[in-house]
């Protein structure tokens, strides 16, 4: 069968140790991303298997419509809002489910909020200009650090601020907020509260029909002055223009981001990039080389499978009958 990897953007795929489960197959890699399903078609259209680099391609009828021949698709980690999965159960084509880790995404986070509580990046550059102590930063310690969900990573994320002397205030469900309580930190009364008494807030929630724009522009606009709100979760947990708005009006003031309405983004006067008070990274979150050896030797793991006649971990089972 004929293999495609998709958005290998760093060409890394096949430098990893599990690459070896299918080096010895039909496959073909794609380092760029496509802005239609036609496009992408064209580039696949005689392959049977795909390999998703998480959330990178959006899967949907159009596409699966273009793509006859496709059987099966090997998702790194676990399903989400980029696939339709009652589509490909239509189009007869088998889902497998992956792993993840939190462990990436949360030392992502962190290293985040501490760059812009100390404001790290912002003196590099100038340094690099020829000046010298621009600016000035804040400690982690004493701060209060606001994390929205209370599942892995909002846990990792408590763990670290913790350790660092601050204090940890969560918002989330109920259960969240209980088993923070339970683990021995604060539960904000009400959102109004969280987003008022927090000096760092992170986005931990997972990105569904409930929670997309959850956060709203009268939220945010409760935030201090000089507090920061990091997001490494989805840009879509944010109300569509309501941090571009909050920002300009300097509630809050500062913003860490990994995650954007559309990616890639390769325009250098994008509004974030250009704003001195927002550090940006490529969504990192998960790109680093123990989680690509995690993920994709399962996702290789479940394609042999299915080659050999042994599909695993099939998340719509009824189309292998």
Known sequence: MKIAILDDYQNAVSQLKCFDLVKDY???????????AKDLASEIKDVQILVLKRERTKIDDELLSLLPNLKLISQTGKISNHLDLAACTKHRVAVSEGIGSPIAPAELT????????RKVPQAIEAMKEGEWQTNIGSTIHGRTIGIWGYGKIGQMIAQYAKAFGAKVQIWGSENSRQKAIEDGFHSANSKEEFFSTSDVITLHIRLNEQTKGIVKFEDLKLMQHDAIIVNTSRAELIEENALSKALSQKTPTYAALDVYDS??????????????????????????????ELY?????????????????????LEVLD
């Open 26 to 36: 039909d496959i073909k890699v794609l380092n760029k991303s496509y802005t239609t």
């Open 110 to 117: 962190w290293t985040l909020i501490m760059n812009a509580t």
């Open 263 to 292: 990616e890639p983004i390769y325009d250098k006067n994008n509004e974030f990039l250009t704003n001195p008070n927002v550090i940006c990274t490529p969504h990192l979150g998960y790109v680093e080389e123990n989680s690509y």
């Open 296 to 316: 994709f030797s399962k996702a290789f793991e479940n394609v042999v499978n299915f080659i050999e006649g042994n599909p695993i971990n099939i998340a719509n």
